[in-house]
């Protein structure tokens, strides 16, 4: 099974700032690499698929890029409704894989 | 708009079997899509469990296939998971989503709390 490894698992940032969450892919997996947001209580939002394509009626504050292996999500200008958790998940090979989340707080 | 429902017993006792229905609205499961079912364990590790295709073919992760069965009554619009000799690390929380041709999921249900305990 391919390996997604997240990271940070938690961070805390303050309104209007940007921050970075990582994903880095066990194996080579062609861009083929989604985004997720999951507010407390609510079912997971798809932000990004295919590395940096945004999902429609998600904010362009959200971007997504790759280098190699590794794949990044970006927020830029944080916003109070950001918080929550945020997960990577591999669409290249079955069994689909998820990294293991990162919770983004707003101080 | 699309929605979907996971419904079933929140409890379930050890070497039981677990099941849920996911019903959905807003688009008809035979018209296009795969149809997965995802589990996120306390700790908040995620895991794919498989999919029902519209044409009715299933895809499931290996580490589950011999306990797991996912099928549909399309009369109803819903899909169903079954998965067998549960034992406590079946504990999750289970969701219910549509699968796009990239293998990303574009909709979720709500998700739904199982507990296997006796």
């Known amino acids: 099974d391919i390996q997604m490894t997240q990271s940070p698992a938690s961070l805390s940032a303050s309104l209007g700032e940007t921050v970075s969450i990582e994903c880095l892919a066990s194996e080579d997996i062609y861009s083929n690499l989604a985004w997720y947001q999951q507010k407390p209580g609510k079912s997971p939002q798809l932000l990004i698929y295919?590395?940096?394509s945004l999902q429609d009626g998600v904010p362009s504050r959200f971007s997504g890029s790759e280098s190699g292996t590794q794949y990044s999500l970006e927020i830029n200008s944080l916003q109070p409704e950001d918080e929550g958790d945020y997960f990577c998940q591999q669409s290249y090979k079955f069994p689909l894989t998820f990294g293991s989340g990162t919770k983004l707080e707003i101080k | 708009e699309i929605q979907l429902q996971e419904s079933g017993p929140g409890l379930v006792k050890p070497s039981q079997s677990l099941s849920l229905t996911c019903s959905v609205t807003?688009?008809?499961?035979?018209?296009?899509?795969?149809w997965s079912w995802i589990r996120k364990f306390p700790g908040n590790k995620m895991e794919w469990m498989g999919y029902?295709?519209?044409?009715?073919?299933?895809n499931y992760n290996p580490s589950l296939k011999i306990r797991i069965s996912i099928t549909r009554d399309t009369s109803k619009n819903q899909f169903f998971l079954q998965l067998n000799s549960v034992t406590t690390e079946d504990t999750a929380t289970y969701y219910c989503?549509?699968?796009?041709?990239?293998?990303?999921?574009?909709?979720w249900g709500q998700g739904a709390s199982v507990t296997v305990s006796s």
């Open positions: 989503a549509r699968e796009d041709n990239n293998y990303v999921m574009d909709a």
């Open positions: 295919y590395a940096s």
């Open positions: 029902i295709s519209n044409s009715g073919s299933t």
């Open positions: 807003g688009y008809t499961i035979t018209s296009g899509y795969d």
